[in-house]
C-alpha cells in the first residue's frame, strides 16, 4: 500500500470521525485498542457533471481500483457502482449517485444550483473527496430536498466525504457473528438502524449487515444552524461463496435499508417502537 494511499485514507478517516465521533468509539468497543479492517468506505454524489460518479471514482481508479459491480436503487432513483483493489486490506469503494432528472423540477433547480457553484478544477485532486460543501444553501432549501429525498438533503448539508466506513466483521479477532457484534454494540448504548430488520441481508446472499443510526451534527445553513443526522458505522460480516472465497459484491435490497440510517425520520419511527 503506498504511503500516498494510506495518508488518502488517514484524513477521509480523520474528516468522518469529526462528523461521527461515536465511530471512534465503536473502535474502542470493537477494536479494544488493536487496529480495525474496513470493508468499504461508502459515497454519495449527485449525475451532474463536473461531480458525477465516474469524476468520484477517477480518484479510486488511479489508486488502483476497478469497478466490480453495478446497483440500481429504483425507489431511492439512485445507481451505484463498486470498486476493488488487489490489495485486500484496502476497503472497497462504493460510490452512488442521484439521478437527478426523476425528481421534482423544484429539487432539479435546488441541486443544479449547488453542483453550479463547484470548481470543476477542486473535483480533479483526491482531496475533493473529503472536502464536504461546496456550496451555501438556506435551511427551508435543505428542508424541500428532504421532503422527496433524505438522499438529496444529506448531499446538500455535508457535500463530499465518506458517507460511511464499515467494520470488516471477519477481521475482528474476538466476534464470530455479527449478532455478537449487535449485542456488544447496544449494551454500550449505541442505537442500530432496525429498517429491514437489525440485520440486512444474510448467509444465503452471502452477506449480513447492520449499522448504527446516524451521529447528529450542527450545520451551519446560509440562513440559520440546525442539528441534523450526520454519518453512521456499518458493519459486514460476508461468506464464502467457494472454498477460501469470500463473496465481495454488494446486496442491493439490504444497501436499501442501510441508507435510511442518516434518516431522521427512521430514527424517529425506531424511537417510537422502542
Not at 485514507?9 to 477494536?31: C, E, I, M, R
Not at 453495478?70 to 470498486?83: G, I, R, T
Request: proline residues 3%; aromatic residues 12%.
Amino acid at each position: 500500500m503506498s504511503h500516498s494511499v494510506e495518508q488518502f485514507f488517514d484524513n477521509l478517516w480523520n474528516d468522518y470521525v469529526q462528523l461521527t465521533p461515536s465511530a471512534a468509539k465503536v473502535h474502542q468497543v470493537l477494536g479494544q485498542g488493536r487496529s480495525i479492517i474496513n470493508d468499504h468506505v461508502a459515497f454519495r454524489t449527485f449525475n451532474i457533471a463536473p461531480v458525477r460518479l465516474t469524476a468520484l471514482a477517477k480518484h479510486f481508479e488511479d489508486m488502483g481500483y476497478k469497478a466490480s459491480g453495478d446497483y440500481v436503487f429504483e425507489a431511492k432513483k439512485l445507481v451505484a457502482k463498486h470498486y476493488e483493489h488487489s490489495d485486500p486490506r484496502l476497503p472497497k469503494i462504493f460510490i452512488s449517485e442521484l439521478l437527478v432528472e426523476e425528481f421534482s423540477p423544484e429539487l432539479q433547480r435546488i441541486v443544479h444550483a449547488l453542483v453550479a457553484q463547484v470548481d470543476a478544477q477542486s473535483v480533479a485532486k483526491p482531496e475533493f473527496l473529503y472536502s464536504g460543501a461546496h456550496w451555501q444553501i438556506s435551511s427551508t432549501d435543505y428542508e424541500q430536498l428532504l421532503e422527496e429525498s433524505e438522499y438529496a438533503a444529506w448531499m446538500a448539508a455535508f457535500g463530499f466525504r465518506a458517507n460511511h466506513f464499515t467494520v470488516n466483521v471477519n477481521e475482528l479477532p474476538d466476534f464470530e457473528s455479527l449478532e455478537q457484534v449487535n449485542a456488544t454494540l447496544k449494551e454500550a448504548g449505541f442505537q442500530l438502524n432496525t429498517s429491514g430488520g437489525e440485520i440486512k441481508g444474510s448467509r444465503e446472499v452471502f452477506l449480513e449487515q447492520s449499522s448504527t443510526m446516524a451521529d447528529h451534527t450542527a450545520v451551519r445553513f446560509s440562513d440559520m444552524e440546525k442539528v441534523i443526522p450526520s454519518c453512521f458505522y456499518e458493519f459486514a460480516k460476508r461468506y464464502e461463496i467457494a472454498p477460501d472465497q469470500l463473496y465481495t459484491g454488494f446486496v442491493a435490497a439490504s444497501a436499501d435499508k442501510i441508507f435510511e440510517s442518516t434518516n431522521a425520520r427512521t430514527q424517529k419511527e425506531q424511537d417510537g417502537n422502542a
